[in-house]
């Protein structure tokens, strides 16, 4: 394990892991990233709003390759469950990197610091632009984040040809998936309103489950479409549902229902709320509704970043690197508004948000050198 200490990525990723940066509370994790930027000569700039710590920074002229990414993380939860304490990174016997944020994604930050740093101190001179967009709020509310720094860009005319977020887009191995794009994320948060009774005089009262049943097996068996080559077709979910006192012998008078639609690029979300709102009055129901959009779908078809990300990932993994939409929603939706090619590549996502989250050693190492060959073929 002693080599495994003086690689810089996995130094640098146990740094981060041991600020409890749980989001938007960054810690100390920018502040080391700007010390080790400001050593190579990177103009830094803070976009701080309000509990959020915002960093963006560049280094050259021209061609830009933006990397983004977040520092803060989920709670660790119940710490007696972690087989080492989550905010004091530990390396096991077989080379698996403990603690919060391993994965999600400390690791991915450090391997886009380090491979910059390497590639600056043997290219000093280099062609194009290195950049980087750093948040701490991206676990949480996503309000003050890199929503507000895109916006900032935006106004200034900012040109950024190629972005890599490097969240753990990786399935089985390092790099067998590369996400393209993100499907888009919209909640129902609705009330359908009845009339509280009692339970043995029904005709009193009117059940809002009762009023409900039917339009949720619509709402379930409806087709909203059948996807395209690049998303899978739009997936509704029934996440939240409430209705009663408690009591065994009382009708509800409200019954809360919470559901959400990760949707395809063949839909957009007026669509899907005027589809839904036309379910609702169909079966005459009472009741009030909030909708809550999380993003956008977005996409970058197969092009220089995706085919150049695919053809490094061959040259050091040996592997056929898949294009993917799949998954939650990332901070890509918001760079993606610049017009750039956007693409998530990182490490394994399996244990992303759990108990143990853990990354091994050996990817991290990996990550960084394919982050860095990609550097040297897009800014040549």
């Not at 509990?51 to 119940?78: E, I, S």
């Not at 720094?149 to 190629?162: A, C, F, G, S, T």
């Not at 059948?226 to 939240?240: D, E, H, I, L, R």
């Not at 977005?298 to 294009?323: P, R």
Request: net charge negative; proline share 4%; aromatic share 6%.
């Amino acid at each position: 394990m002693s080599t495994l200490a003086t690689e810089s990525v996995i130094e640098l990723t146990k740094q981060l892991i041991s600020q409890k940066s749980v989001s938007p509370d960054d810690k100390n994790c920018q502040a080391m990233i700007i010390d080790r930027l400001s050593a190579l000569g990177f103009t830094i700039e803070e976009l701080n709003y309000n509990q959020t710590k915002n960093l963006w920074a560049y280094h050259g002229n021209g061609k830009t390759l933006m990397f983004a990414g977040h520092t803060d993380v989920v709670p660790a939860g119940d710490e007696s469950k972690w087989l080492y304490p989550p905010y004091q990174p530990t390396i096991d016997s077989e080379g698996y990197l403990y603690g919060r944020g391993a994965a999600d994604m400390k690791g991915g930050v450090a391997a886009m610091i380090c491979a910059t740093e390497d590639f600056i101190k043997q290219n000093p001179n280099h062609a194009g632009r290195i950049a980087f967009l750093l948040t701490s709020d991206e676990e949480a509310d996503a309000n003050d984040g890199t929503v507000k720094v895109v916006k900032e860009l935006m106004e200034r005319n900012e040109n950024i040809d190629y972005c890599i977020v490097g969240e753990p887009s990786s399935d089985k191995v390092i790099g067998d998936q590369i996400k393209n794009g993100r499907r888009g994320s919209i909640t129902a948060n609705l009330t359908v309103h009845g009339i509280q009774g009692h339970v043995a005089y029904p005709h009193l009262a009117d059940n809002p489950v009762h009023r409900f049943a039917p339009v949720l097996n619509e709402l379930v068996n409806t087709e909203w479409d059948k996807g395209n080559q690049y998303f899978p077709p739009t997936s509704m979910q029934v996440a939240n549902i409430n209705g009663g006192t408690g009591a065994e012998n009382v009708i509800p008078g409200d019954l809360i229902v919470q559901f959400n639609f990760r949707y395809s690029s063949e839909l957009t979300d007026e669509i899907i709320k005027q589809r839904v709102e036309q379910i609702l009055q169909k079966h005459h129901l009472n009741y009030t509704m909030r909708w809550r959009l999380s993003g956008h779908p977005f996409l970058t078809k197969q092009g220089e970043l995706t085919n150049t990300a695919q053809q490094v990932i061959k040259d050091v993994m040996n592997i056929d690197s898949q294009l993917s939409t799949s998954g939650g929603t990332s901070d890509g939706r918001f760079i993606a508004k610049i017009g750039c090619q956007v693409i998530e590549l990182g490490v394994t996502n399996s244990t992303i948000h759990k108990v143990n989250e853990r990354v091994h050693c050996d990817e991290l190492i990996k990550l960084k050198q394919i982050y860095q060959n990609i550097i040297a073929q897009l800014l040549k």
